[in-house]
């Protein structure tokens, strides 16, 4: 399926209008739903009322996501039905909406005043996101990034990667994962375009090169080890994408080998490299490979982004 951006902002518009008639400004909302456009319409509605999302991995044990939802101890959750039954014994003491009921909304869900008087009152300092990450200790950590925090990195990394809005993003990353932020707001920015790909193309990597191709896809920010995967499947000596002009990774260490395999199988592929912890807003160094490395040779994490420092 898809959505225009006329449809994801009517959708974001309708499901920010009941969200912010049941629960305040910079509230956070848990989000338990498969990964689709319509999870990025939930995401964009709890933004629209002031409120702040946590994507949870569903596949994850019910003890996890308990201390999780314990600690946000929200007012409101999304969740789609699948999801909450894959995930278990979850105990959550607020109001559960279904993106099954969300995304049927009526044109009169709509409250234009409502949301503008909480836009009015917004500041770039309020939260968007959180992210649970393990923390040294196992026990779920909350980190919380803000809109000023994504606004900046976006720009930043339009301009260091060269993305516009012709670009079709290949999306690898989980929503659950910092790694999505970088297709579904470089999409949002640019007015680009971004194929969702299922989990299951990255356990079938000719499967998800042939549907790249199919997609157009120009540009991809996967995870290193995903970019790793396809090349070490042998898929590219038989299959390579002919749209792809640009790959950013990020994640764990890059190794030369798996890029030297990629850029032998689509000519002229622009490789980043990055890198950074979650509380950076997803990375804090990069570098253009614009040389050739050895297969052994390792390959440097770069210089600081924009505004930030190593």
């Known amino acids: 399926t898809s959505l225009t951006y006329r449809g994801l902002s009517d959708l974001s518009m309708r499901i920010g209008s009941v969200l912010a008639q049941k629960t305040g400004p910079r509230r956070p909302v848990p989000v338990l739903t498969e990964k689709n456009v319509f999870t990025l319409g939930a995401f964009m509605g709890i933004v629209r009322a002031g409120c702040f999302y946590v994507c949870l991995d569903a596949n994850q044990p019910a003890e996890r996501l308990n201390r999780i939802l314990d600690t946000l101890k929200a007012d409101l959750m999304i969740a789609d039905k699948e999801s909450l039954d894959l995930a278990g014994d979850i105990s959550f003491s607020g109001e559960i909406l279904f993106l099954e009921d969300l995304k049927s909304l009526p044109d009169d869900a709509l409250n234009s005043s409502l949301l503008a008087s909480i836009r009015r009152q917004a500041a770039d300092t309020d939260p968007l996101y959180g992210i649970f990450t393990s923390g040294s200790t196992g026990a779920p950590k909350g980190i919380v990034i803000s809109h000023r ?13 060269g ?18 932020g970088k297709d579904v707001y470089q999409t949002l920015s640019l007015g680009a375009s971004c194929h ?5 193309y990255f356990t079938f990597p000719m499967l ?34 002919t749209h792809l002009k640009k790959a950013a990774l990020g994640g764990e260490a890059l190794q030369a080998r798996y890029v030297n395999l990629w850029k032998a199988a689509v000519p002229g592929l622009q490789v980043v490299n990055m890198y950074g912890p979650t509380e950076t807003t997803i990375d804090c ?11 052994d040779e390792p390959i440097p994490i770069g210089r600081a982004c924009r505004n930030k420092q190593i």
């Open 196 to 200: 969702i790909f299922e989990k299951k």
């Open 208 to 241: 998800l090169l042939k549907a790249m191709e199919e997609q157009g896809v120009t540009a991809i920010n996967w995870a290193t080890s995903a970019f790793h995967l396809v090349a070490a499947s042998g898929a590219l000596t038989k299959y390579a994408p």
């Open 149 to 161: 925090a994504i606004l900046d990195f976006t720009a930043w990394m339009t301009d260091f990667c």
């Open 163 to 180: 993305y516009t809005e012709h670009e079709i993003f290949g999306n690898q990353a989980p929503f659950y994962f910092d790694l999505s």
């Open 285 to 295: 160094a990069a570098m253009h490979l614009t040389r050739e490395y050895r297969d």
